[in-house]
């Protein structure tokens, strides 16, 4: 079991900066790869970034690459995502979650990713 929570949300203007925070507590944190999604109001969740386990390597949604940047400090059990440059279409609940380091989907299938946070909100006004 593991458990996520999210932090760092908030109100900010396009073109600001947010970083938020996904602590997790319980098993192994380091042997999980993790990806954070978000949720617009009335729309799917959708991914955003995904990191490996190791933090070798990394992944992105063509809407976000080069403005946001996804990171984790395995000792910490905390993962990160800076937001640059940020947009209102930017503005949803931000979701981190785990997938097991053998699933073989694309990255930015949801299904794969098996325990999540709560969400933090993030607001962008124009």
């Known amino acids: 079991q593991v458990q996520l929570v999210e932090s760092g949300g908030g109100l900010v203007q396009a073109g600001g900066s947010l970083r938020l925070s996904c602590a997790a507590s319980g098993r192994a944190f380091s042997s999980y790869d993790m990806g954070w999604f978000r949720q617009a109001s009335g729309t799917e969740r959708e991914f955003v970034a995904a990191?490996?386990?190791?933090?070798?390597?990394?992944y992105y949604a063509d809407s976000v690459k080069g403005r946001f940047t996804i990171s984790r400090d395995n000792a910490k059990n905390t993962a990160y995502l800076q937001m640059n440059n940020l947009k209102p279409e930017d503005t949803a609940v931000y979701y981190c979650?785990?997938?097991?380091?053998?699933?073989?989907?694309?990255?930015?299938?949801?299904?794969?990713?098996?325990?999540w946070g709560q969400g933090t909100q993030v607001t962008v006004s124009s």
């Open positions: 990191i490996r386990w190791s933090g070798r390597s990394t």
């Open positions: 979650a785990t997938r097991p380091p053998f699933a073989s989907s694309a990255w930015d299938t949801k299904y794969d990713y098996n325990y």
